[in-house]
């Protein structure tokens, strides 16, 4: 099959694979209303399911999902968003479905193709496109996980490069489209006092945590075929370590970012079942889908080293969890202590060293610690925080914002070919041989061998809302 040539310019329609799923229903349909109101949006949309659906259906889909959001507040921007609206419903394995969706496409020279679907399909599709002459002059968004291990991220990276090329190709992941995540780029390159100190020379460890107060809610099956090192850390929280340790760029462009990025996964040394901690949260057993003797871990805490210049020796602490104490996503950079201890209470092993804090979720904030003198003779003092920012609510939501990126060619928020692989390379290792999951209490911060992985540095950060700290 003749490989098409990288698309320009804008996208003249999105075709969206999965109209009938619950990724539509919940973020999908608010995401191109927004879109529509936002002026963002006014190409033909093409809702494509194996549903034997009509036009009708699909705007009811659309409204039923806009009101359960409670986004509708524009009822022209509502009645414009539906006219856009097409509907193409067949067996994604049957070519005559591929020929009415060119049929409703009605000579779009550039369409982008969504797949919103199962990762099973996903091969599936993209022959479709193929096959159909539907790739020419398109682009390709295609939702996580890419792949489940390396084996099968290389080869579904086989089929989207046979059909389209590396720079048609978008792999969404909602969590590179929030603001906090952005603006982690943004705080380590545009300010100047941060570059010094941001290396070994500086920096004793890292850790990242992404904790969520609730289980699995009713999507026990999907869990059982993932798992948290799959679902989250491989990807979410991989791409953070990306952000912070990431040299700069050299020149303006996500195409500097993305080979900036790459060299961070390639730089990451492989998991050792030593170095991951699997927990399951109790009663996850009895979760509608979950196995009776299900080994899939609900948590996962793990100990990563990147064999680069800046951060050799430097270890990564990472974790994620359901079911936990809060739900919050926070960087901790701490640094090494001064080299002599001139004051009792801040020499090595007395509270926390000086350290950088990044608040993602659910309010976003940076803040800066540092030691402070209390009033009087004697030489001791506190650590306090300084806010460096308290964001409000981002203007766009994620989806749209990254659906908004992939229909103007725009890659700088998606990931590429050869860091999703060299991601995959690193835990590929112990996506089978691990330890089993040791169970840990609803409501807590996971199980105790999760500390032990971090005993040698303190222990672990633990999230506290906002509210408490100020």
Request: hydrophobic content about 40%.
């Amino acid at each position: 099959m003749t490989q098409t040539k990288g698309s320009e310019g804008r996208s003249d329609a999105l075709v969206f694979f999965g109209a009938s799923g619950d990724l539509a229903r919940k973020m999908i349909f608010p995401a191109l209303y927004a879109m529509v109101k936002h002026g963002t949006l006014n190409i033909p949309v093409v809702g494509v399911s194996a549903e034997n659906w009509d036009l009708r259906d699909l705007h009811r889909r659309a409204t039923d999902s806009l009101k359960q959001s409670g986004a509708i507040d524009d009822r022209r921007a509502l009645r414009r968003f539906l006219s856009l609206l097409r509907y193409v419903g067949g067996d994604y394995r049957d070519h005559s479905t591929f020929l009415a969706l060119k049929a409703a496409l009605a000579g779009a020279r550039q369409p982008a193709h969504y797949l919103a679907i199962p990762p099973s399909l996903f091969a599936t599709v993209i022959r479709g496109l193929g096959a159909s002459d539907l790739s020419e002059g398109a682009r390709l968004i295609v939702e996580k996980p890419f792949g489940r291990d390396l084996a099968s991220a290389r080869a579904l990276n086989r089929v989207a490069r046979s059909v389209f090329p590396e720079d048609s190709i978008f792999r969404i992941d909602h969590f590179l489209g929030k603001e906090a995540i952005m603006n982690i780029l943004y705080f380590r390159f545009a300010n100047s006092f941060l570059e010094p100190i941001w290396n070994r020379n500086h920096v004793a460890s890292i850790q990242i945590t992404l904790s969520e107060n609730f289980g699995v809610a009713g999507r026990g099956a999907f869990y059982e075929s993932a798992g948290c090192l799959r679902d989250v850390i491989e990807n979410h929280l991989f791409q953070i370590v990306a952000l912070l340790a990431m040299e700069p760029p050299a020149y303006q462009g996500y195409g500097a970012v993305h080979v900036e990025k790459a060299k961070v996964f390639e730089a990451m040394r492989p998991l050792k079942p030593a170095d991951v901690v699997r927990g399951q949260y109790q009663g996850y057993r009895r979760e509608p889908g979950v196995a009776k003797n299900s080994d899939v871990e609900t948590f996962c805490a793990l100990r990563l080293f990147i064999d680069s210049w800046r951060w050799a020796g430097v270890p990564w602490y990472l974790r994620s969890g359901k079911c936990m104490a809060e739900t919050a996503a926070e960087v901790m950079v701490e640094l090494k202590p001064p080299p002599q201890s001139l004051f009792d209470d801040s020499r090595p092993g007395v509270g926390r060293a000086n350290y950088v804090r990044f608040r993602l979720s659910p309010s976003s904030s940076v803040a800066m610690a540092a030691r402070v003198k209390r009033p009087g003779k004697e030489f001791v003092g506190d650590q306090q925080e300084l806010y460096l920012l308290e964001a409000e609510l981002a203007h766009e939501s994620p989806y749209e914002r990254l659906l908004t990126d992939a229909l103007s060619g725009n890659g700088a928020l998606f990931s590429r070919e050869d860091a999703v692989e060299a991601a995959w390379a690193v835990v590929d290792p112990v996506l089978r041989r691990h330890r089993r999951v040791e169970p840990y209490r609803r409501g807590s911060w996971g199980p105790k061998q999760a500390d032990a992985l971090i005993a040698a540095d303190g222990g672990w950060h633990n999230p506290l809302p906002e509210r408490v700290r100020r």
